[in-house]
């Protein structure tokens, strides 16, 4: 019902940037939540950021002031833009969307984020 593509993950250093992207189709229509979730190896998924519709944001404390999140509703994407990456922001991020009708909710398959020297 709803396919969400990622892209934009990949190596980076520590201090660097990366941008994710995530890109969503399908039936699309009544998608109120859309944002990002990572899994860490050994740990549990955690949420990153979300962004709904009417514009609440919601940010984890140990990405505030270095994360940011975006959406583009006329291409249907959601955005994670990631400065200052450290070493324990590696990790499998996986883009999130929910549909507000049926409320059902969705996952890409994820892209590899990895923060090392």
């Known amino acids: 019902q709803v396919q969400l593509v990622e892209s934009g993950g990949g190596l980076v250093q520590p201090g660097g940037s990366l941008r994710l992207s995530c890109k969503a189709s399908?039936?699309?229509?009544?998608?109120?939540?859309m944002g990002w979730y990572r899994q860490a190896s050994g740990k549990q998924r955690e949420l990153v950021a979300t962004?709904?519709?009417?514009?609440?944001?919601n940010i984890a404390d140990s990405v505030k002031g270095r994360f940011t999140i975006s959406r583009d509703n006329a291409k249907n994407t959601v955005y994670l833009q990631m400065n200052s990456l450290k070493p324990e922001d590696t990790a499998v991020y996986y883009c999130y969307a929910v549909r507000a009708i049926i409320r059902s909710d969705y996952w890409g398959q994820g892209t590899q984020v990895t923060v090392s020297s």
């Open positions: 399908g039936i699309i229509f009544d998608i109120s939540t």
């Open positions: 962004d709904t519709s009417g514009g609440s944001i």
